[in-house]
């Protein structure tokens, strides 16, 4: 094997130095060695699951591994994350299924294609950095519900059955599901092929030498695919129209398509989510590396390119694959020539090894993406999430639920509103401090603002008259100081309200806002309306000053 690599680097690849990034040192034969072998174990990886995400999709086999061609040979040309290998994956098998049931075939490469521009803009505007602040519970509760929703429909196709559609539907059919395998032997025997790829996805990696020749997902397929034909099972097998054939540019009806609302919502979902999904691997992809570490404007720019090709092409959009990405790491690469290595093989055998997908059983291929569905679900981390920050399991949950019940871009819509409303819940916390002994000054003259009788509007928010503020005098008893700390607004109001109605009535009551980081306009209204109609309704020695309210609209 060492030599057939070392003739390999000497004929065709031609001298060491001729590959790596303006500026860089030139790497060595052991550098283009040890991605020459990465590249392989990539490619071998990345086949099964090009044709599982692709059939998944409900399109042709041959434009999975068209992605899969244009994610090496392009995107892994281009700048941005050195390590990180890109093509079809498992995370929008579910929207882009979804986006074919809806607008057909001939609509993916448009949508692609927008999808793509509207990266390489958001590159160009310096935005793929803001990506990064996207909620991990939104992302991870996205990520469950593609699982959920993945395994939802594959569980049919490993008994040779069609999903009825969305993830709600599926779930429901599943005893129906199960009442139809049981009395089909023909279903019997694709979801014995759909569990032993799952078994052998599982307990491969345990085989640590064989491991590190043969990927799992390659060897699962394998395996399943010479079961088929030793017993001569009858099973679905993949269906093949050849690379050329299976190619659909998109035409002018479906340009013409772009501005229906439907059309808009899946291209900013594809956009979003493939951005959310390839930016987040490559955060994870750095920590797996001491090299360079990812650029993420160049990063989505490169994208948003592979997907604006992808698009022309009628492929299905892609994404940065973490499975891909780590085994390429793994493998020992060091350069992003094993990344376009790995496309040159996914060509190769693309164009010369078409027949070979005809012999896959469409089970073996359900079983390796409800593998991945599973992986896609975070569930070691739920519990100790639950444990320490239950409101982010809250938005986990929440976001997980909505997509199976609705569809991505709503359910991931959802998520993020309800990671809005939980951090400004958590943000706006402002408790009182009461004290009722000393004067309060503690050796300083204390000014206070006493509120006037009555409150006058100017302009559009309204504003107290306010006394000229004199130094605080004893009253008969000690006046109740009262310090608000905090962030005051509106989501707070009822409780603060009712904690300041609650004070003594017979007492002079100080309220010190000079803790508050943050005074919204709900909560100044309120304060002013709680304190003028304490001055109504009760009298002297039972006064109300407040200190460090702001005068909106004051002359400055």
Known sequence: MRNFVDRIFNSRLGPPGTAGPPGAPAPGRG???ADFTASLVVFLVAVPLCVG???ASGVPAELGLVTGIVGGLLTGLLPGSS?????????LTVLVYEAVKEYGVGALGIIVLVAGLLQLAMGALKLGRWFRAISVAVVQGMLAGIGLVLIAGQVYALADAKAPGSGLANLGGLPDLFMDTVGSNSALAALAIGVGTIAVLVLWPRWKKAAKV??????AVALATLAVFAFDLPVARVEVQGLLGAIQPPGADDFARVAEFGIIGTVLAFTLIASAESLFSAAAVDRLHDGPKTDYDKELMAQGAGNAVCGVLGALPMTAVIVRSSANV????????SRVLHG???LVFAAAFPAALGVIPVAALAGVLVHAGFKLMPLKDIRPLWRDHRGEAVVLATTAIAIVVTNMFEGVIIGLLMAVAKTAWETSHVHLEVSGGGSGSHGRESHSVVVAKSVHGSG?????????????TAKAAEPVRVRAVGNATFLRLPRLLDQLEALPADREIQLDLSGLRHLDHACEAALLGWAEQRRRELTEPAGVSIDHM?????AS
């Open 83 to 91: 390590l990180q290998v890109s093509g079809p994956a498992a995370g």
């Open 330 to 337: 793994s493998a020992g690469a060091k350069t992003k020539a």
């Open 31 to 33: 550098t283009l060695r």
């Open 550 to 554: 702001p005068v909106r609209g004051a």
């Open 344 to 346: 040159v093989w996914l």
């Open 53 to 55: 995400v692709a059939v």
């Open 214 to 219: 043969l990927p799992a997902p390659l060897a």
């Open 460 to 472: 559009s928010a309204p504003t107290a008259t306010l006394d000229e503020a004199e130094p605080a």
